[in-house]
């Protein structure tokens, strides 16, 4: 096995991909940001969500805001649901794993506010749940998915935004989520803070 060739094959795989979606999703993230600036104007907050590595990108997305992204600026109001290992045990020993975040979001969100929901797969129950709740509190959707969009793209509606990866391969669906993030995190600064002079 030639490791040196797998390890370039992977990094021209997530490139060409990346380059291959860019015109696809280029208007989904803009609108995606626009919602997002237009609902922390409005003195709302961002819930984020789901697992594994979404996970992580759920976190890492609500500590680019809450801290900062590229520049310094206030802290923008968003909370990972993944983080608070006491809630999400107790969920799901008391009542089901599936309800981990849909418990969350109908204690914590309200009208005005908004999820990020993020699955590669588009199939995770417990996201799945988490946008139905949010639905019921009059939140908007950003989801992040990945092959066909799954269960998660047949709930959206059109005030919601579906940012789907159209790949097979989880980890070329994350690293596309994780350049979503870190556009959509840009998008929000600019148009909060001005655009930066090159």
Known sequence: ??????????????????????????????????????????????????????????QHFSSELLNRFDRDRPGLAAIALTTDASTVTSIANDYAFEQIFSKQVTALGHKGDLLLAISTSGNSANVVRAIEAAHEREMQVIALTGRDGGKMGELLGGNDVHICVPASITARIQEVHLLAIHCICDAVDCMLLGAEEE
Request: aromatic share 2%.
């Open 1 to 58: 096995m030639d490791l040196i060739a797998r390890i370039h094959q992977h990094f021209n795989d997530s490139a060409h991909l990346k380059l291959q979606v860019a015109d696809l999703l280029s208007e989904p993230l803009a609108r995606a940001s626009e919602l997002l600036v237009q609902c922390l104007l409005n003195e709302g907050k961002i819930l984020a969500c789901g697992n594994g590595g979404s996970a992580a990108d759920a």
